[in-house]
């Protein structure tokens, strides 16, 4: 046997030969960070921090889904819904017949003020079943031809809305600015006119950013079938707010938007008689339309989900607290050995087992 040959206890001792080529090692190069060995806050949720956070979390959302919900229930709203009322009792059976026709279509309401409103007091008309948020219906509009008085022939978004009959550029194109509503509302307190301030009801970025002020409306509603309100030629469309406010769509098929400001208190018992021209199309797809009178709080408008989903939390989390408080006061659990977590090292109580 020759001696200069590695002996087996050698090669089971782990020996390598130094002339032998080495395997490249995909092992990733050794760092507390790859390794998951960083410092890290690992806190135990002992009964007593539990119910602590519990309480806490009570303690913090209770008071503010009282007050949220109190705002919410201080907002006045007068809602009154008339697309079959402002019906004349004989078209009832025939309602798409009618608002397609040419007769008068003027309907009186009356409204009650049930408290004080305070100014500004807003105006809103709502829609129901009215999907604004359909595919097609959210492109067809075409936001160069919006800003720029030099793209008024860019509506390739635009159909069926695009051009008119002998191929001119119909600006606004699209259906939602076809489509715009055109219900109007006129508003007279104690034989008094009620003066509707309607600047300032959209958005000043919308103005001043999506809509141009050099962009004034050509050949709109000029096609034998007409979708909505007319637009005024001489008016740029960054002033045009009835139709800033209409282009800016609903995600749900039930939405308000704002048609103006009253800018008068109004005490409770007041009547207000509206005048309503009923012009906008919604029977042809079962849709509804309510006016909506409403002052606002430091929170917004009449929404008490705020509140409720507050409140509800906040007393779930105070009964789960009390429920642990009992059970940990009558029967405690007792806790374990934290050291046992950690499971690359033993604890100092632990002995391995040889």
């Not at 206890?9 to 960070?33: C, Q």
């Not at 958005?203 to 000029?222: C, E, L």
């Not at 009253?262 to 309503?276: R, Y």
Request: a positive charge; aromatic letters at 12%.
């Amino acid at each position: 046997m020759n001696s200069n040959a590695p002996s087996s206890s050698a090669r089971g001792n782990g020996s390598t030969d130094s002339t032998a080529p080495r395997r490249n090692s995909k092992r990733p190069k050794y760092s507390r960070f790859t390794q998951q060995e960083l410092p890290a806050c690992k806190p135990i949720l002992t009964p007593k921090w539990v119910i602590f956070t519990f309480f806490l979390v009570s303690l913090v959302f209770i008071p503010i889904g009282l007050v949220s919900l109190f705002a919410s229930q201080n907002v006045v709203e007068i809602i009154n819904q008339y697309e079959t009322d402002c019906i004349p009792s004989d078209s009832r059976n025939d309602k798409v017949g009618f608002i397609q026709s040419s007769r008068d279509k003027t309907c009186n309401r009356t409204l009650t003020v049930p408290k004080h409103m305070k100014q500004p007091i807003y105006v809103y008309y709502q829609l129901d079943n009215f999907y604004q948020n359909h595919r097609r219906y959210v492109k067809s509009r075409s936001d160069q031809q919006l800003r720029n008085p030099g793209n008024e022939d860019d509506t390739s978004a635009c159909k069926p809305e695009d051009t008119t009959a002998n191929g001119m550029p119909i600006v606004p194109c699209g259906l939602i600015a076809w489509s715009l509503f055109n219900d109007t509302y006129d508003f007279s307190h104690n034989n008094r006119q009620l003066s509707i301030n309607k600047r300032g009801i959209s958005w000043k970025s919308d103005r001043d950013h999506k809509f141009g002020k050099n962009v004034y409306p050509k050949n709109f509603q000029n096609n034998p079938l007409v979708g909505g309100a007319r637009l005024n030629s001489s008016k740029p469309l960054s002033e045009q707010e009835d139709l800033i406010v209409w282009m800016r769509t609903a995600a749900l098929p039930t939405f308000r938007k704002l048609y103006g400001k009253i800018e008068v208190d109004l005490q409770a018992g007041d009547v207000i008689t509206v005048t309503i021209q009923n012009y906008y199309n919604t029977y042809s797809f079962n849709g509804k339309k309510k006016l909506v009178l409403s002052t606002t709080s430091w929170l917004g408008g009449k929404n008490d989900f705020l509140g409720i989903a507050y409140l509800t939390v906040g007393g779930l989390c105070f009964f789960l607290a009390l429920l642990f408080t009992i059970i940990h006061l009558v029967k405690p659990r007792q806790l374990g050995d934290p050291s046992y977590l950690s499971w690359n090292r033993n604890p100092g109580v632990h002995q391995a087992c040889s």
